[in-house]
T-cell receptor
Framework: KQEVTQIPAALSVPEGENLVLNCSFT??????LQWFRQDPGKGLTSLLL?????REQTSGRLNASLDKSSGRSTLYIAASQPGDSATYLC???????????FGSGTQLTVLP | EAGVAQSPRYKIIEKRQSVAFWCNPI?????LYWYQQILGQGPKLLIQ????????DSQLPKDRFSAERLKGVDSTLKIQPAKLEDSAVYLC??????????????FGPGTRLTVL
């Protein structure tokens, strides 16, 4: 059974800092990995999707890397802003039904 | 392109009452998912539909939860009777492709259920 772990559970940084969020998964036989953002009271917004054959994806100030063999991914946020404050969720697609398994998320607070 | 729509956005009920949630996926999306997200946790898949057929409902508490997707479009999720531990956000998602692809999923805003 696939399990996804995210560390840290919460993170508070001053505005302008670069930061890294970590995600690990137990079964390396994945099809892809996604990073989502969730704002309070809102649904999930997909930030980046990395196919199993890829090593990284970039979108603006966000960069996600994938090391499938070690079961790890990182989300790098450059020059953080207060608007980046949200919960960031990592999820992997695996199994015969191509299901998403989520981590518990990292709650990020960027202080002005 | 309109996103995934869900209603109601919020619902408060007493335990042992019944409740139903509605989801309208993105037009043309064949696959529809219902997730339960308990506070402080990631979403957990309850049921997956491919058109109007069930692909996986292994984590659906079938003694109290039911879901249907008539005509392969809209879907409803019902809880009867509700328990305190059902308090959560219920998320609906849809995907444009079937099981043969990686299934990028698009999520609705969710329904926040509070059971008193």
């Amino acid at each position: 059974k696939q399990e996804v772990t995210q560390i840290p559970a919460a993170l508070s940084v001053p505005e302008g800092e670069n930061l890294v969020l970590n995600c690990s998964f137990t079964d390396s036989a994945i099809y892809n990995l996604q990073w989502f953002r969730q704002d309070p009271g809102k649904g999930l917004t997909s930030l980046l999707l990395i196919q199993s054959s890829q090593r990284e994806q970039t979108s603006g100030r966000l960069n996600a890397s994938l090391d499938k063999s070690s079961g790890r991914s990182t989300l790098y946020i450059a020059a953080s802003q207060p608007g980046d404050s949200a919960t960031y969720l990592c999820a992997v697609v695996s199994g015969s039904a191509r299901q998403l398994t989520f981590g518990s998320g990292t709650q990020l607070t960027v202080l002005p | 392109e309109a996103g995934v729509a869900q209603s109601p956005r919020y619902k408060i009920i007493e335990k042992r009452q019944s409740v139903a949630f509605w989801c309208n996926p993105i037009s043309g999306h064949a696959t529809l998912y219902w997730y339960q997200q308990i506070l402080g946790q990631g979403p957990k898949l309850l049921i997956q539909f491919q058109n109007n057929g069930v692909v996986d409902d292994s984590q659906l508490p079938k003694d109290r939860f039911s879901a249907e997707r008539l005509k392969g479009v809209d879907s409803t999720l019902k809880i009867q009777p509700a328990k305190l531990e059902d308090s959560a956000v219920y998320l609906c998602a849809s995907s444009p492709r079937g099981q043969i692809s990686y299934n990028e999923q698009f999520f609705g805003p969710g329904t926040r259920l509070t059971v008193l």
